[in-house]
């Protein structure tokens, strides 16, 4: 496939600053890095954070929680000139050496505490037991004291450490702590377990929790124990209906409330966030009288529904059917909520902490009716997925886009604070243009890495005999398409592979793969139009008509290979993929060193950090990611640009998955598998023999040269690298011999060089011999030196390479190397000029041909920003094949695919195309090319 063709999770194309699905956070508060977690709380780290307010540039968070996420701190944070700390979207961020200088906040006061490093419970006008919700109007702040049952009043903000409050309210005085006064029944006065507090004008709003209702002070309570003026979700301030579901019937309605947990006001409406009906309530007006109804419920079709994602109610387009043709519906929907924790207006759109779906609902508008879906979902990409609750990534697994049990939201006319209590963090999210899509940051090179399967067509050639490919089957979307290659008089092998190919590919072409022939091998090779490992569910199959003589043989039941090229190692070169994303061309001079972090006007942030770039264009942006992300699973990248006229733009940020490695091979353009860019390794023919096994002293290990013997008797205390270097020092002691021996740069082995270049050094015999009963083990992977060829020259179909050949591929990818002297050698946007023999961290393993290749080095390249050699020792025993497939792996991350032309001599030329042998009505392949096809299946 064409790298271009993607398939991004890109909600619509937007072209103002806007919020869009799956978007990261632009920068996060109370943590070192996106993902880091670190339990140790203090004034820039937070703890299980919940409830945050923001006004005049000051961020209040509540750094306690009701649902035992650790740790817990009793206290609140005050994060004061925070439009200061947080740059404004189209700011020019500095080059520093900072880690992530998009990871803020340093707490300027602590409530509950007396400093930054306590977390102890309290019960007076300056302790905290549990706190949860947090309000202010820029003058006044109200705290929801929940354990303690109480609502505290700063009639002025704060200004000191540990300051006391001024009023109280749910109880008598500043030292008690009674659930409802001590009585079995709530008043006007009481409170039990609020969660939810909220200053509009001069109007106080409670969420009672734990009394299923919400409380109205018409004006700012100046006494202690003041009495609330207005109830909603109960007929009076006296009555509790406790929903015992064991005993009580679960009735959702317009004027009652199960265990509210916020309320907020843009002014003119009100919401309550009604956890246990699994809602949230809007009054169109804000209501001033005992038990008025709510106008309409979010999260639920009607007001008097409550059931948890009521997607069979909500979402009649994401109806599905199962394998006996019954309805299924999906888990949740954008109209659907679980367990939700606050909602909050900016006046104009809706944002909805959705708790239980691990997710933030953004509706452009308020919703005016029932039952509504939201526009835009951050922290998952889809509205039916959720990735934080997906075994792969458990809840406490952070990235820069996902979010675990949001509690609460502020807003501050620009940023989206959202607080995340699982991974101790408060999210920002900022509007951007969406001109980079969700993994629309790739590797440079694999870019995509697709996957594949192969029919092989075999057998005899017989008129009016049909192949059938099948692609996908009756469960597929798009449905299964099958086609049919009916044999006529005079066909061959090659014809018929070009004919099934071009049935598949005809006009658009199969919605989910394109064929491409291997007419050698005659081959029908399928290749996802979808990159990733959605290709590897793509089913398909081969099938004869009845009685027919010819065969088909595929590589699996489904396509199979397909990895995620958006998974980025640190130090890999990257490819931004977009729309609209630089006004012109530009390249980075080729003797740049570092890498310029501006292009054409154009800049590259990941975790705030300025990236080095190798090329920007409209379409692409070429980048190296960062060595110093290595600490992190998850980066938030976005762009600035400056445009032509002036204007300058911000991107939203998109998350950049961060692993340790994820290899890429470099191919030529064109599609996929593309041919690589590989080279020949040496102008000297060169061989390898590898040391294995184990050490026990007195055992003999001879390397054969010729007719001239090398022999080291192991002694007490050596290594498998003793062995080794003893043999090396052993063969280049001797002047007269015709080779010269150095260590591989991987595992114990013993590489020869031929001393003279060219063929001549061909075929000097190589052979090992260990004693009767030794631990070591020597193997020669050929029987003589080979291949010389010149070095660095281009593998091309003209010079191709041959088997046990040493070539020599560019990756990308592969990670960390070391020793340490290499390792501090790789810094961001310079060449490296580290050790020569390097190695990364992840041991390399290939396969070239189908057969494993001898990776004899992989390391990172002399005078090269983020890229790789690797030196692989092809098999002795490869067919030749024009298009011989390479990969490269480390642990389970396989690189995309790339092909170079490999000529085996023993083959002789290229099997015969000669005129078919008619025999009948049947037609038989070439007796040549048959003599090499089975030549080439006995191998």
């Known amino acids: 496939m064409r790298y271009g063709f993607l398939v991004f999770l890109w909600a619509a194309a937007c072209p103002a600053a806007d919020f869009f699905s799956g978007m990261a956070a632009r920068a996060i508060i109370g943590q070192r890095t996106f993902t880091s977690q670190d339990p140790t709380s203090s004034g820039t780290v937070l703890g299980g954070v919940s409830g945050i307010a923001y006004a005049n540039g ?20 005050i994060f004061r000139n925070l439009q200061n700390v947080i740059p404004p979207p189209d700011a020019e961020l500095p080059v520093t050496d900072n880690r992530c200088p998009v990871c803020l906040g340093r707490a300027d006061l602590v409530l509950g505490q007396p400093d930054f490093t306590k977390g102890e419970v309290g019960l007076s006008e300056r302790g905290l037991n549990r ?57 006007n006065r009481s409170l039990r377990g609020p969660e939810g507090v909220w200053i509009q004008g001069n109007r106080l709003f409670v969420a009672d929790t734990l009394n299923n209702r919400v409380l109205i002070w018409r004006s700012i309570p100046t006494s202690n124990n003041q009495p609330a003026d207005v109830v909603l979700g109960q007929p009076d301030f006296t009555t509790v209906q406790i929903q015992d579901l064991r005993t009580q019937l679960f009735e ?112 452009n508008r308020i919703p005016t009716q029932s039952g509504q879906s939201a526009d835009v979902i951050l922290g998952q990409i889809a509205g039916t997925l959720n990735q934080v609750s997906d075994s792969a990534n458990p809840l406490g697994r952070a990235s820069a886009d996902s979010v675990a049990t949001p ?37 440079l090179f694999s870019r995509d890495v697709f996957a594949i399967g192969t029919i092989t067509v075999a057998g005899t050639i017989t008129t009016d005999n049909e192949v059938t490919i099948t692609v996908g089957d009756a469960n597929t979307t798009p449905p299964q398409r099958s086609y049919t290659y009916k044999i006529v008089a005079n ?57 027919a003589t010819i065969t088909t043989t595929t590589s699996g039941a489904t396509l199979t290979g397909g990895q995620e090229a ?101 191919g030529q353009e064109g599609l996929d598998p593309r041919p690589a860019f590989a080279t020949h390794y040496s102008s000297n023919a060169t061989g390898t023999i590898s040391v294995d096994g184990s050490v026990k002293a007195a055992d003999v290990a001879t390397v054969i040269i010729e007719d001239r013997e090398y022999a080291y008797t192991v ?62 083990i020597l193997t020669a992977t050929n029987n003589g030196l080979c291949c010389a060829n010149t070095a660095g020259s281009a593998v091309t179909e003209a010079n191709p390479a041959i088997p046990g050949e040493t070539i020599v591929v560019l990756a990308t990818g592969l990670g960390l190397v070391n020793p340490d002297e290499a390792k501090f050698a790789t810094a961001t946007g310079f060449k490296y000029r580290g050790p020569v023999l390097n190695r990364p961290n992840e041991f390399v393993s290939s396969l070239a041909g189908a057969k494993t290749a001898n990776v004899l080095y992989s390391g990172l390249a002399q005078g090269m920003v983020g890229v790789y050699e690797v030196h692989l020792e092809l098999n002795s025993d490869l067919p030749t094949n024009p298009a011989t497939q390479v990969t490269i792996a480390q642990d389970i991350y396989v690189s995309n695919i790339v092909t170079f032309p490999l000529k085996n001599p023993n083959d002789g030329v290229l099997p015969p195309e000669t005129a078919p042998v008619l025999d009948g009505a049947e037609t038989k392949a070439p007796a040549g090319r048959r003599a090499w096809e089975n030549r080439r299946r006995n191998r």
């Open 58 to 77: 000051t961020l209040f968070a509540v750094d306690d929680n009701r649902i035992d996420a650790q740790p817990r701190n009793n206290r609140v944070l």
């Open 131 to 187: 706190p949860t919700g947090i309000a202010t109007n820029g003058t006044i702040l109200a705290v929801a004291d929940t354990d303690n049952n109480r609502v505290l009043i700063w009639r002025s903000l704060p200004t000191s450490m540990q300051q006391p409050a001024d009023v109280v309210v749910g109880q008598a005085n500043f030292t008690s702590n009674r659930a409802n006064e001590g009585g079995q029944r709530p008043t």
């Open 252 to 363: 959702p309605k317009a004027d009652t409330m199960l265990s509210p947990v916020s309320v907020t006001s843009d002014g003119q409406k009100l919401f309550v966030t009604d956890l246990g009906y699994n809602r949230v309530l809007v009054w169109n007006s804000i209501p001033d009288a005992n038990r008025a109804p709510a106008d309409l419920a979010i999260g639920q079709p009607d007001l008097n529904s409550g059931l948890s994602n009521n997607t069979q109610n909500l979402c009649p387009e994401d109806r599905g059917k199962d394998a006996e043709g019954k309805d299924t519906f999906p888990l949740s929907c954008k109209a659907s909520l679980d367990f939700p924790r606050f909602a909050l207006s900016d006046g104009t759109r809706l944002f909805v902490a959705d708790g239980g779906n691990d997710r933030v609902l953004v509706f």
């Open 407 to 443: 509690m609460a939201l502020a807003w501050d006319g620009t940023n989206l604070f959202v607080s995340d209590p699982f991974r101790r963090r408060i999210l920002v999210f900022t509007p951007g243009e969406t001109l980079v899509p969700y993994t629309g940051v790739r590797n």
């Open 491 to 547: 066909d061959t092998f090659d014809k018929i592979v070009q004919g099934l190919v071009d049935k598949i590919n005809a006009g658009s072409g199969d919605p989910q793969v394109l064929a491409t022939p291997n007419l050698l091998f005659q081959t029908v090779v399928l290749t996802s139009r979808v990159g990733g490992v959605a290709g590897n569910s793509v089913p398909f199959a081969a099938t004869g008509s009845a009685s």
């Open 566 to 666: 958006s998974k980025i190692a640190p130090g890999t070169l990257v490819t931004i993929l977009g729309d609209n994303l630089a006004d012109s061309t530009a390249s980075a001079p080729d003797n740049a060193d570092p890498l310029p972090t501006e292009l054409a006007g154009v800049q590259v942030y990941f975790d705030g950090i300025r990236a080095p770039l190798l090329s920007v264009a409209p379409g692409e942006i070429k980048a190296q990611v960062p060595w110093d992300v290595n600490d992190a699973n998850s980066v938030s990248a976005f762009l600035r640009i400056r445009r032509a006229n002036g204007r300058v733009q911000n991107t939203a940020a998109v998350a950049v998955p961060v692993i340790p490695q994820n290899p890429g091979l470099l």
């Open 715 to 776: 002694k007490e205390g050596d290594t498998l690298e003793a062995i080794r270097d003893n043999l090396i020092n052993l063969i280049n002691a001797n002047p007269d011999e015709k080779v010269t021996a150095f260590a591989a740069g991987v595992f114990t082995r013993i590489r020869l060089r031929a001393k003279v270049a060219g063929a001549e050094g061909n075929g000097i015999g190589i052979a090992t011999r260990v004693n009767d009963g030794a631990q070591v």
